[in-house]
């Protein structure tokens, strides 16, 4: 049974860094897609950014140039550096993998597996 976790949440002043991971298990396979989503009270998940196999990058406009995600050493690991963080940013993060597919985008639709989320608060 695959299972994804995140950690490494926690509160942070604006301006501030943090770094948060994933882990998927459970899998034989290399995900071929894996990506950030974020979700704030009242309002809608929104897709934060995506690393593919191949090593393409996408990421969400709210995150250009503050965000960085990247892959570990290790099969199926994750991270997603926030430098400069806002209060905006507040939000549970949620990790999302497949093991296959066509282009790696921030698509809902296209994961199947999910984490719970990893709660950041950014303080002003």
């Known amino acids: 049974q695959v299972q994804v976790a995140e950690s490494g949440g926690g509160s942070v002043q604006a301006g501030g860094s943090l770094n948060i991971s994933c882990a998927v298990s459970?899998?034989?396979?290399?995900?071929?897609?894996m990506a950030w989503f974020r979700k704030a009270p009242g309002k809608e998940r929104e897709g934060t950014a995506s690393i593919g196999r191949d090593g393409s990058l996408r990421y969400a406009d709210s995150g250009k140039g503050r965000f960085t995600i990247s892959k570990g050493n290790a099969k199926n690991i994750m991270y997603l550096q926030m430098n400069d963080r806002k209060p905006e940013d507040s939000a549970t993060y949620s990790c999302a993998a497949r093991a296959w597919g066509g282009v790696c985008y921030l698509a809902e639709q296209q994961f199947k597996f999910w984490g719970r989320g990893t709660q950041v608060t950014v303080s002003a």
């Open positions: 459970g899998s034989g396979y290399s995900m071929d897609c």
